[in-house]
C-alpha cells in the first residue's frame, strides 16, 4: 500500500503529522484500519482489549503494525496480484491468483499462530494465567516482537485482519470501474457488496476477475508517494501494468474510491470480513480447546481484566 513506507519512516521518526492517506493508523481523515476494526469488534471486545487490537491516536495497535513490521510482505497486504488481458503483460491470471492465495493463507495461518499461543494464557485446568495477560502495562506490537500471550495472540490477530482489510482496499472485489472501456489505469472490477467468499474460509473458490494492483517497495528507495514509488517496477517493455495507484480505495480520495461509492463498499466489507475473523478464531478455539479450557480463553480474549474469566 502506499501508505507503508512513508509510516516506517513517519513513525520511527515521530513526524507523522500528515503522511499519505491509507487504510493505516496514520491518515489525514484518522486510522481506517483502527476505525475498521473498533466497528467490527465494539460490541465484541471490552475497551482496553479493543485499543490493543484497534488502536488509538498515539498508540499503535495490532491490527495497524503490519504496515512497520511488514512492510515487504506482499502476502501481509494483497499487492502485487495484477494481471490483463494486453499482449506481453507480464503476469498471467495464474500467477495474480497465487498472490492473492498467499494473502489469504497468511490470513488463516496468522488466526492459527494466534490459536497456538492461547496455551500460555490458560491453564489445561481452565485458569488464566494473570503474569500473561497485559495490565497497568499495554502490549506492544511495534517491531513485532512476542511478549506476554495475549498480547502476541492479539498481534498475530492484527496480521489477520490488517490482511483482510487490505483484500478489499487494493483488490477490485467491490470496485466499479470509470466509465469507459477497460485499461491498466482503468482496471475492471468485479462490483460486489458486503464480504467476499472466497476471503471468508480458507479453501473457498477463487471468483474468476479477481486482481489487486502492482506494487514493488523494492524500487522505492528514494521516494515515498504512491506514483513515484511504484514507477521502476509497475513497468514493462509493452506498456504499464495495472498498479496499486489505480486500484486502491485506502482513502475516501484516492481515484478509485471515489468512483461510484466503492470506498464505502470497500469499508463495509473490511468491518464484514474482520467480524467474520474473530468469528473463526473463536470457532477455532472451541475446536482446539474443547470444553471449559477453550470458553475460558474466548472469555480471556475479550475482557481487560484477568480474574473475570475464573469459573
Known sequence: MNIRIAVLFAAFALAAANP???????????????????EALATTLQKDTL???????GALGATGAPDI????????????????????????????????????KYAFDRI???????????????????SQFPS???CTFAGDVRGRAKCNVLQNLGKAMHAAQDFYSHANWVDQPAVGGATAQN???????????YFAAPAAAFPAGLISGCFDLKSA??????DAAETKGCNYKGGLRIKHAFLNKDDPATPRAAIGGNFERARTAAVEDTRGKWVWFEMRVREVYPGKRGAVMICAMKTDKAGTCDY
Open 20 to 38: 499519505a492517506l491509507s487504510f493505516s493508523m496514520l491518515t489525514k481523515d484518522g486510522a481506517w484500519h483502527e476505525k475498521i476494526t473498533r
Open 51 to 57: 485499543g490493543q487490537l484497534a488502536g488509538s491516536r
Open 69 to 104: 513490521d511488514a512492510p515487504f510482505k506482499d502476502a501481509a497486504h494483497c499487492d502485487n496480484a495484477d494481471a490483463f488481458s494486453a499482449a506481453g503483460y507480464p503476469q498471467t491470471a495464474v500467477e495474480a491468483r497465487a498472490m492473492l492465495d498467499a494473502c489469504r
Open 112 to 130: 492459527e499462530d494466534a490459536v497456538r499461543d492461547l496455551a500460555a494464557l490458560v491453564t489445561k485446568e481452565g485458569k488464566v494465567v494473570s
Open 136 to 138: 497497568l502495562v499495554s
Open 187 to 197: 482496471p475492471p472490477g468485479l462490483g460486489q457488496n458486503g464480504a467476499a467468499p
Open 221 to 226: 528507495q528514494s521516494k515515498l508517494s504512491g
